[in-house]
């Protein structure tokens, strides 16, 4: 079971008002390679992987639910005192005419979140290397999204984001390092 | 640790129908992970305030990214 | 309508309690791939006792941050803000 925790990771600020970066956002909330997608993928993977990286996966699937909540943080300061006339300037009405001011799961697009985002082939290395790749996927989205503002207070939430990217990534590899050591275990055929 | 470096750069082919002034110096970035893919104990550590700040606990995994560093169109 | 003040003390509190649980965080992942190290199994032992005193003082203060952490009266848990408004 989880444990809802009253706060946030990391103190998410943001400076201004701004319905583009919104917008943008939403690829690291309902995005093939957003906070989501990992969530899910590592959460769901967990069932089928060798119990010495069972933990791993789990705890890595857990935080990326925070780091959801983080992303949603910054949609929703971003965008909660904007007007309809601010959120046409941005080019968001498509969004808004569905959705008004509500958050939703799909990309920077307006593609929505599919399951096929995710993979889970029950082998335990070609699952790493998913999870591996998924990582430096989500640091280069959150490059490019750190290249899309000039609000140092997203930035900063942001540049948080991508870090915790490369140390996931490093606790898979360590993973694959774990799997592929010869366990001297008795032969079970 | 591997000395390495946190991106690298190439120089992309310009060919005279290029309708954009070419940025002839790209970058894409190789984070430390990829060189010390397995963290070794007793690594050095940020104090609590600076790890969240940084986003890491271990100086040795910090990757800075301050936006994309590449030669400005036409230089 | 009256909202409750988020005073200086406040983001103090929630900001050192955030740095504490991110030290647990990054130790508990290094634990999941470093299951042996004991010296880190202490260090992470002495941000356990350092997090839920803080927690506690938290809880006191502003009310319980999650279930099973002592109940204020009246209850508090559904009142804002919640984690993204502060």
């Keep these: 079971m989880w444990i809802y925790e009253k706060k946030l990771q990391y103190p998410v600020r943001v400076s201004k008002c701004d319905v583009r970066m919104a917008k943008l956002l939403h690829e690291q909330y309902g995005g093939a390679d957003g906070e989501l997608a990992a969530a899910l993928r590592y959460l769901n993977q967990r069932y089928s992987i060798p119990d010495k990286v069972v933990g791993l996966l789990n705890d890595i699937g857990t935080e990326e639910f925070a780091h959801l909540e983080m992303i949603a943080t910054m949609i929703y300061k971003l965008t909660k005192d904007a007007t309809p006339e601010q959120i046409r300037a941005a080019g968001v009405d498509d969004h808004y005419v569905n959705h008004d001011r509500a958050l939703f799961y799909h990309n920077a697009s307006g593609v929505p979140w599919t399951a096929s985002y995710i993979q889970a082939k029950g082998d335990p290395i070609a699952d790493l290397y998913e999870d591996i790749a998924a990582e430096e996927k989500a640091r280069a989205t959150y490059q490019w999204l750190i290249d899309q503002t000039d609000d140092p207070d997203l930035k900063d939430g942001l540049k948080f984001l991508r870090e915790r990217e490369v140390i996931h990534s490093l606790r898979f590899r360590e993973a694959v390092e774990i799997l592929k050591e010869d366990q001297a275990q008795k032969k079970i055929f | ?75 | ?86």
């Design chain 2, 1 to 75: 640790m591997a000395t390495f470096t946190q991106y690298k750069v190439y120089y992309p082919f310009v060919g005279p129908c290029d309708p954009c002034p070419p940025i002839r110096a790209k970058t894409y970035n190789t984070p430390p992970q990829l060189y010390v893919p397995v963290q070794p104990p007793g690594l050095p550590q940020y104090d609590p305030y600076t790890a969240l700040k940084q986003g890491t606990l271990w100086p040795a995994y910090y990757s800075p990214y301050d936006g994309r560093i590449e030669s400005k169109p036409g230089e």
């Design chain 3, 1 to 86: 309508m009256a909202h409750k003040q988020l005073t200086e003390e406040y983001y103090k509190l929630l900001h050192e309690i955030q740095a504490v649980d991110f030290v647990l965080v990054e130790l508990n992942l290094y634990l999941d791939t470093h299951p042996s190290d004991s010296a880190i199994i202490e260090q992470y032992n002495a941000y356990a006792v350092k997090s839920k005193q803080l927690k506690e003082e938290y809880a006191r203060r502003y009310g319980p941050l999650q279930h099973g952490d002592m109940a204020d009266k009246p209850y508090s848990w559904p009142d804002a803000p919640w984690p993204w408004q502060v």
